[in-house]
């Protein structure tokens, strides 16, 4: 369930910087969703090193 809310998301950036007919917006979409993978990795490990 967390990975839809994930591809949601992408989707919702990737809509901006895309048009959703465009035929890579599946590609877009999951580059977007990779780049909100290692945010949160990068957030999480951040709030760890406390």
Do not use: H, T, Y
Not at 32 to 50: F, M, N, P, W
């Amino acid at each position: 369930m967390p990975i839809r809310i994930l591809l949601v998301a992408a989707g919702a950036i990737a809509a901006l910087l895309v048009a959703r007919d465009a035929e890579n917006f599946a590609v877009v979409q999951g580059m977007v969703a990779v780049g909100l993978i290692a945010l949160i990795v990068g957030i999480l490990a951040l709030l760890s090193r406390k």
